[in-house]
């Protein structure tokens, strides 16, 4: 994973961010833990032969790893 990756990353869980109803958008902390979750998720899967792409063809992983943590934090 190189910085193109980590940017690509960090886009797109701004932009889902977007995508939930602004009483619900993640805090810049959730943002933060959730890019880190989905770079955590795509570099263990590389070692099965998991591409970032493979990850796009099945699910909106970068809006599951906001949900991942805002699950999280509503369970504390």
């Known amino acids: 994973m190189d910085q193109n990756d980590l ?6 869980i701004a932009f889902a961010g977007l995508e939930f109803n602004p009483d619900h958008r993640p805090t810049p902390a ?4 959730a890019a880190a979750v989905l770079r955590d998720m795509i570099l263990a899967s590389e070692r099965h032969g998991v591409t970032f792409e493979d990850f796009d063809a099945v699910a909106h992983f970068a809006r ?11 369970s504390r």
């Open 7 to 12: 940017n690509e990353i960090a886009s797109r």
């Open 64 to 74: 599951l790893a906001i949900q991942l943590v805002q699950s999280r934090d509503a």
């Open 30 to 33: 959730q943002v933060a833990d």
